[in-house]
């Protein structure tokens, strides 16, 4: 009863969130509509004490945000958020009838680690040399895709970008990489600013929240010198099969 009652006082929300939300892509329109049907199913059949069936579809709803969260700007934040809450409500109630539920996805802040910083100033202020360091060290040589780019996607990424292509945007290869994804390309040489990639990892959506570690300064900074550098693969090296032939 107690979730029933709350699906229905949030339900008002979501009608005023709808239309300050009205700038939102087709793609993350299409997310939200999945993860609010998922939501309501949800709630009906707890209301039916069918917390199995509950429990089943909060877990499609979890695995349906952290690619609503790795797209989604601050309209679409906002507009989302009864849903999560709903969702985390849902996910302790059928938690307290036994039910295993994945732990929601982090909600995505990309101030947290700039306020944390600010409220540690002796931590923040003994690694500033040590950043300095690192980022004049990558910016000192040309970064190999091969070696340098493609371990550090693959480590981070493979999951749901080489395994799978989420957003139609696959790490497999430099080709697929330049190639982008369904908002178009992700990676424009030379401008960091306009690279979604980097501004994905730079706030902290990419790994999505939940779905994997997040970058380190240093990885980061080798990232955006790759791609100021030009974001080129690497020259492949000149060989030989023995007969003078060279490809």
Known sequence: MIFARAVISLLITFSVGLSAAAGT??????????????????????????????ARYV?????????YFESADETALKKIKPQYDRLKMAGQLLSKKGQTITEIADWPDPNSKKESDSNNPNKSDSNSDDSKKDNKETDSKMISFTKGVMPLLTKNCANCHKNRSLGQFSIASHATIMKGGKKGKDVIPGDVKKSRLVT??????????????????KEIQLLKTWVE???????REATSDGKGNFR
């Open 25 to 54: 892509s087709a793609n993350d329109d299409k997310l939200y509509e999945k993860i609010t049907l998922y939501v309501d199913k949800a709630a009906t059949a707890y209301k039916k004490k069918d917390f199995d069936q509950a």
């Open 59 to 67: 877990e499609r709803a979890h695995k349906v945000l952290p690619e």
């Open 200 to 217: 994905l990892v730079e706030k902290n959506l990419m790994p999505p929240p939940g779905k994997g570690k997040k970058l380190t300064k």
């Open 229 to 235: 550098q030009g974001a080129k693969e690497d020259e």
